[in-house]
């Protein structure tokens, strides 16, 4: 079956600092892959999406970056946080079809201070 | 462009009523699929029910079941005997049919009373 890892669960980092989050997939091969950005009791702004390796499309203008090193891996950037950067981020993948949805994984909330 | 509103920021209901969440959506496509997210408090954002444009006869999984009107360009979710885990925000989705990306709106905070 496939299964969504995303790290970590918690981030404090204070502003200026760089930023690097993890997501990783298993159980299947060529997922398109999502970074969600939450802000607290809002809806969720796409951010970043990948058809593939290497291949990012940007949705927003903003201090983030994303890359795809490998087939299901996912990373989520910053060289340098700002406070407006503090929310809760989710990854997401699906299977190209979109016809089941996507599976999500469990989030990062950020702070950033 | 497409965009999903939903007009209900927050709902109450008694447990074990029936509560209906209303969702609506503009698009120029024929094909695409609607879905809705469930996200409790734990923020883990759980599938709760998808239906595809094409297919007339609304979706049903158990206590959760669809209202969907195309041309009306509406998609509502209704719960039936409304249990206390189904404290959560629900989130509206709209993916086109030819592309792999949500739109979402921008969710309903649904509170079970006990």
């Known amino acids: 079956s496939q299964t969504i890892h995303q790290w970590p669960a918690t981030l404090v980092q204070p502003v200026g600092s760089p930023l690097s989050l993890e997501c990783t997939v298993e159980?299947?091969?060529?997922?398109?892959l999502y970074w969600y950005r939450q802000a607290a009791g809002r809806g969720l702004q796409l951010l970043f999406y990948?058809?593939?390796?290497?291949?990012i499309s940007s949705e927003v203008p903003q201090n983030l970056s994303a890359s795809r090193p490998q087939d299901r891996q996912f990373i989520l950037s910053s060289k340098k946080l700002l406070l407006s950067d503090s929310g809760f981020y989710l990854c997401?993948?699906?299977?190209?079809?979109?016809?089941?949805?996507?599976?999500f994984g469990s989030g990062t909330r950020l702070t950033v201070v | 462009a497409q965009t999903v509103t939903q007009s209900q920021p927050e709902m109450s209901v008694q447990e074990a009523e029936t509560v209906t969440l209303s969702c609506t959506y503009d698009?120029?496509?024929?094909?695409?699929?609607l879905f809705w997210y469930k996200q409790p408090p734990s923020r883990q954002m759980i599938l709760v029910i998808r239906?595809?444009?094409?297919?007339?006869q609304n979706a049903t999984e158990n206590r959760f079941s669809v209202n969907f009107q195309k041309a009306a360009k509406s998609f509502s979710l209704k719960i039936s005997d409304s249990q206390l885990g189904d404290t959560a925000m629900y989130f509206c989705?709209?993916?086109?049919?030819?592309?792999?990306?949500?739109?979402f709106g921008s969710g309903t905070k649904l509170n079970v009373k006990p």
């Open positions: 997401a993948w699906s299977d190209g079809t979109g016809n089941y949805g996507y599976t």
């Open positions: 159980g299947t091969s060529n997922p398109n």
């Open positions: 990948s058809v593939g390796i290497g291949q």
């Open positions: 698009t120029s496509e024929n094909n695409y699929y």
């Open positions: 239906q595809e444009a094409y297919k007339q």
């Open positions: 989705a709209f993916m086109r049919g030819n592309f792999n990306k949500f739109y």
